[in-house]
Structures are given as structure tokens and as C-alpha cells.
């Protein structure tokens, strides 16, 4: 089964926010990539039921995409399957990732993992990966950043 991805990445940017999430010891804020990361599966109306479940994964990238920044991203990074009603009222395949950030501020992208998890299987499947586009993550006062548009279909 081919199984393609499709980023939902709205608003595309991200800044500091005084609430604090997983903070490790030294960290006192969060950097938010934005409302939340809403990933859908394309392909298959909904995600199957043979005995499998489908996850995605999340790893940070630098501006190019060529390396990964292991430790600069927290909050939910892996997310299961949900079926759900898209923006048309039609029943899709989403993986929902509510709130992670990024620790430093520069510009990055995500590289997403679509898995296949059987449950008697200790090595998830890989069955597709995709890289975001680029998007910055600011200060506080630089948010928003000129020509994003912050309320979308997705707020």
C-alpha cells in the first residue's frame, strides 16, 4: 500500500510563550512551531484496522533539511493514527501533534515519519517520509512575523 503525506502547516512560525512545557532544568519557556501540527494521510479515507496502527514521528531539521538537531524539540513528537472529519465534512486519516516546540530560535524544518506499529513487532515499519517547508522561530517581539496570516482554517 503506497501511503503519501500531506502537511497541514499553519500558521508556519512560532515564538516564545511565558507558559512553560516539559521545561528540563535550565529552560524557562517554550517556542511554540504553532497551534499544532495537523498531519493527513493521503490515500486511505480512513486509516486501517488489520490488526496495525499507523504513527507519525517528528524530528527537528535545520534550515536545509540536510541535518537533524536531536534535543531542540519537545512536547509530543510521536503521534497515533485519528480518524476524523476534515474541513469538507469528509472522514480522513489524521495525526495530531497539539503542542510542540522548538528550544532556540533560528529557522528549521520537521521531518515526518509515517509508520506502520504491528503489536507483536518491535521495530515500527517505515512507509513514508516528508520534509516541512522552512519556518522561523522568533522572539516575542518580532511575532508575527510579516506576511503570515495567524488565523487560518485550522485556529
Given amino acids: 500500500m503506497d501511503h503519501d503525506l ?18 528540563p532544568p535550565n529552560y524557562h519557556g517554550r517556542i511554540p512551531i504553532g497551534p499544532a501540527i495537523i498531519l493527513r ?5 480512513i486509516a486501517p484496522f488489520d490488526g496495525y496502527r499507523l504513527r507519525c514521528t517528528l524530528n527537528l531539521l535545520d534550515s536545509t533539511g540536510q541535518q537533524e ?7 509530543h513528537t510521536v503521534a497515533n493514527h485519528f480518524n ?8 480522513k486519516c489524521f495525526f ?6 522548538v528550544r532556540e530560535f533560528g529557522v528549521f524544518r520537521l521531518r515526518v515519519d509515517l509508520q506502520r506499529v504491528w503489536p507483536d ?3 515500527p515499519e517505515l512507509l513514508a517520509t516528508v520534509v516541512t517547508n522552512s519556518f522561523p522561530v522568533v522572539q516575542n517581539s518580532e511575532f508575527p512575523v510579516p506576511g503570515v496570516e495567524l488565523k487560518t482554517e485550522l485556529s
Fill in 121 to 123: 513487532s518491535r521495530e
Fill in 41 to 45: 494521510l493521503i490515500g486511505d479515507e
Fill in 96 to 101: 495530531i501533534f497539539g503542542d510542540t516546540a
Fill in 69 to 75: 538537531l536531536p534535543g531542540m524539540l519537545i512536547g
Fill in 6 to 23: 500531506v502537511v497541514l502547516q499553519q500558521p508556519g512560525c512560532g515564538c516564545i510563550a511565558s507558559n512553560e512545557l516539559y521545561p
Fill in 84 to 91: 476524523g472529519r476534515d474541513l469538507h465534512g469528509q472522514w
